[in-house]
């Protein structure tokens, strides 16, 4: 069994900074692309940033230049470092992980739990 853990949500001022974390563990082979996405009330799931094992990154436009995605491979975590935020950034966000289980033959995408992040004043 694999397992996504996010942490680090909360409520947070316009302007102001979060880091999520997100911690694979398990019957874990290898790990390809990690990433995050959020999804709002009334909205569907998006992309938000994605990295792969190689450390490419790609993100969705509305976050560039104030969110950064990094990963530590040897910890099986990956960070979001989110600054100047938004009201209209405020969503659950999500760990998305591909990766080679060492009980199964193939890939598989594992989510997590989600954690909340309230861009208010």
């Known amino acids: 069994q694999v397992q996504v853990v996010e942490s680090g949500g909360g409520l947070v001022q316009p302007g102001g900074s979060l880091r999520l974390s997100c911690a694979a563990s398990?019957?874990?082979?290898?790990?390809?692309?990690m990433g995050w996405y959020r999804q709002a009330p009334g909205k569907q799931r998006d992309l938000v940033a994605r990295?792969?094992?190689?450390?490419?990154?790609n993100y969705a436009d509305s976050v560039k230049g104030r969110f950064t995605i990094s990963r530590d491979g040897a910890k099986k975590t990956v960070y979001l470092q989110m600054n100047s935020l938004k009201p209209e950034d405020t969503a659950v966000y999500y760990c998305?992980?591909?990766?080679?289980?060492?009980?199964?033959?193939?890939?598989?995408?594992?989510w997590g739990q989600g954690t909340q992040v309230t861009v208010s004043s």
């Open positions: 998305n992980v591909f990766a080679n289980p060492l009980t199964e033959t193939g890939a598989y995408v594992y």
């Open positions: 990295i792969t094992s190689g450390g490419s990154t």
């Open positions: 398990g019957s874990i082979f290898s790990i390809y692309n």
